[in-house]
T-cell receptor, first 113, second 116 residues
Framework: GNSVTQMEGPVTLSEEAFLTINCTYTATGYPSLFWYVQYPGEGLQLLLKATKADDKGSNKGFEATYRKETTSFHLEKGSVQVSDSAVYFCALTLMDSNYQLIWGAGTKLIIKP | KAGVTQTPRYLIKTRGQQVTLSCSPISGHRSVSWYQQTPGQGLQFLFEYFSETQRNKGNFPGRFSGRQFSNSRSEMNVSTLELGDSALYLC???????????????FGPGTRLTVL
């Protein structure tokens, strides 16, 4: 079946550290890949997306590259801030899925000043 | 443009009651999806509506139902509430430019349902 696996959290980093959150997927067909972020007490916000192999999504200093050969979509940021503390979700959809997002378990990120 | 709005934001019910949650999509968005978020199960897809028709349904019991109106607003209903239905219920809307593989879903803030 289709699934998304994320690294378990929480991930605790100091401000200005480099961030990587791993995400791998299993899918029948060619998925589109997404990273969403959920700040405390809020809903989900799209962070970035990529719809085909080798695409790079980027937003707010975060980047992720769609790697078909390794079925991965790792999230990276060069220098994190305290305000980046949140839960990050990797997700996929498939062309015929009628908008069903398949989610990873989420990774809680804690940034210490 | 206004974002996705959900009402109410918080709800407390007792076992056996029923509840209706409402979602207003972004103007011009025709697809509305619902998700349940719990600490144990994470995010799970409930159903998706387009043009007042349910096109896709997740693996939830029949106590969970929904509908969409002609103005794209959507409601979901949970009957005979159980303690395990306590969750954050999220609504998302999409413009639906294709079959759903590439379109972005925009989420509302959610309705926090507590069942006592």
């Amino acid at each position: 079946g289709n699934s998304v696996t994320q690294m378990e959290g929480p991930v605790t980093l100091s401000e200005e550290a480099f961030l990587t959150i791993n995400c791998t997927y299993t899918a029948t067909g060619y998925p589109s890949l997404f990273w969403y972020v959920q700040y405390p007490g809020e809903g989900l916000q799209l962070l970035l997306k990529a719809t085909k192999a080798d695409d790079k999504g980027s937003n707010k200093g975060f980047e992720a590259t769609y790697r078909k050969e390794t079925t991965s979509f790792h999230l990276e940021k060069g220098s994190v801030q305290v305000s980046d503390s949140a839960v990050y979700f990797c997700a996929l959809t498939l062309m015929d899925s009628n908008y069903q997002l398949i989610w990873g378990a989420g990774t809680k990120l804690i940034i210490k000043p | 443009k206004a974002g996705v709005t959900q009402t109410p934001r918080y709800l407390i019910k007792t076992r056996g009651q029923q509840v209706t949650l409402s979602c207003s999509p972004i103007s011009g968005h025709r697809s509305v999806s619902w998700y349940q978020q719990t600490p144990g199960q994470g995010l799970q897809f409930l159903f998706e509506y387009f043009s007042e028709t349910q096109r896709n349904k997740g693996n939830f019991p029949g106590r969970f139902s929904g509908r969409q109106f002609s103005n794209s607003r959507s409601e979901m209903n949970v009957s005979t509430l159980e303690l395990g239905d306590s969750a954050l219920y999220l609504c998302a809307s999409s413009q639906m430019t294709g079959t759903g593989g590439t379109d972005t879903q925009y989420f509302g803030p959610g309705t926090r349902l507590t069942v006592l």
